[in-house]
Nanobody, 121 residues
Framework: QVQLVESGGGLVQPGGSLRLSCAAS????????MGWYRQAPGNQRELVAR???????NYADSVKGRFTISRDNTRNMGYLEMNRLNPEDTAVYYC???????????????WGQGTQVTVSS
């Protein structure tokens, strides 16, 4: 089994910064992609940022230039550095990863439980 656990959410003032972490554990042979999604009340879950192998990244237009996704493959960790936060960034942020558990397996998709980010003065 594989688990994703997010941390680092919280309350921050507009213009502030937060760093989210995602720890992957369990039966992991390879993480082929890792990303962050968010869901605000009344809205659909949306892609924030995603990084595939080879460091190919893509970002939602609303966060480009403010958020940075990164991975530490040696520790099975993912990060989302969020700067210049504004109230529209308020949402539950979810870690998502495509993980192969063994050499023989195709990648399966996993989700974390989410961490709340609230941007408010």
């Amino acid at each position: 089994q594989v688990q994703l656990v997010e941390s680092g959410g919280g309350l921050v003032q507009p213009g502030g910064s937060l760093r989210l972490s995602c720890a992957a554990s369990g039966s992991i042979f390879a993480i082929t992609a890792m990303g962050w999604y968010r869901q605000a009340p009344g809205n659909q879950r949306e892609l924030v940022a995603r990084m595939a192998n080879g460091a190919m990244t893509n970002y939602a237009d609303s966060v480009k230039g403010r958020f940075t996704i990164s991975r530490d493959n040696t520790r099975n960790m993912g990060y989302l550095e969020m700067n210049r936060l504004n109230p529209e960034d308020t949402a539950v942020y979810y870690c998502n990863a495509n993980i192969r558990s063994t050499w023989f397996d195709a990648a399966s998709e996993y989700w974390g439980q989410g961490t709340q980010v609230t941007v408010s003065s």
